[in-house]
Nanobody, 121 residues
Framework: QLQLVESGGGLVQPGGSLRLSCAAS????????IGWFRQAPGKEREAVSC????????NYADSVRGRFTISRDNAKNTVYLQMNSLNPEDTAVYYC??????????????WGKGTLVTVSS
């Protein structure tokens, strides 16, 4: 079963921090780039950050650069998103994505089901 499971979301006050985790099951992430996306209420899903398989390349949306840090531990088959200085505009469901996964039945795009982050006082 190919699956990505996000965790670590919750309710935090403005200025607080959370660390999200994306754990893979049924596939090995060490050769794949991984991305974090989010979808706020009433808005389209947007890319937040992505990381290459070796961690050599890391990209961030302008809205989160300097506040969020993406990392991975391939030995644990897990990708993380450290989120600091959170503000209400960061409120969204956060999704982990593994694009272009090669399977015996073709190339697929794997998404997690999301974890909710709510930033509110």
């Amino acid at each position: 079963q190919l699956q990505l499971v996000e965790s670590g979301g919750g309710l935090v006050q403005p200025g607080g921090s959370l660390r999200l985790s994306c754990a893979a099951s049924g596939l090995t992430l060490d050769t794949y780039g991984i991305g974090w996306f989010r979808q706020a209420p009433g808005k389209e899903r947007e890319a937040v950050s992505c990381i290459s398989s070796s961690s050599a390349s890391r990209n961030y949306a302008d809205s989160v650069r300097g506040r969020f840090t993406i990392s991975r531990d391939n030995a644990k088959n897990t990708v993380y998103l450290q989120m600091n200085s959170l503000n209400p505009e960061d409120t969204a469901v956060y999704y982990c994505n593994a694009p272009s996964i090669v399977t015996m039945r073709g190339v697929i795009n794997v998404w997690g089901k999301g974890t909710l982050v709510t930033v509110s006082s």
